[in-house]
Nanobody, 122 residues
Framework: QVQLVESGGGSVQAGGSLRLSCAAS????????MGWFRQAPGKEREGVAS????????YYVDSVKGRFTISQDNANNTLYLQMNNLKPEDTAMYYC???????????????WGQGTQVTVSS
């Protein structure tokens, strides 16, 4: 059984940083993609960043390029999202995801974490 457990969310002021962690159990990184999605109130869930097979290739949505970095620690089965220079529009529930393809749309996700809230104040 695959379990994804996020941590690291919180409240920060604009310009601040947070690092999200996702502890994965029952899932083999080499078998598929892993990524981070977010959902703000009244909006659809969107893919933020992912890492997928083929030499650790990564994807970032345009709005976070240059500010967010996704990484994984295979030894500890943990996925990270380092978020720098946070903006109020980054406020959302952030979800860890694992699935097929590149994990950039919800249709590619097979497993979800429970989510961790990120709130950025101006």
């Amino acid at each position: 059984q695959v379990q994804l457990v996020e941590s690291g969310g919180g409240s920060v002021q604009a310009g601040g940083s947070l690092r999200l962690s996702c502890a994965a159990s029952g899932y083999t990184y080499s078998s598929g993609c892993m990524g981070w999605f977010r959902q703000a109130p009244g909006k659809e869930r969107e893919g933020v960043a992912s890492i997928y097979p083929g030499g650790g290739r990564t994807y970032y949505v345009d709005s976070v390029k240059g500010r967010f970095t996704i990484s994984q620690d295979n030894a500890n089965n943990t996925l990270y999202l380092q978020m720098n220079n946070l903006k109020p529009e980054d406020t959302a529930m952030y979800y860890c995801a694992a699935g097929i393809g590149r994990c950039i749309v919800t249709a590619q996700v097979r497993y979800w974490g429970q989510g961790t809230q990120v709130t950025v104040s101006s």
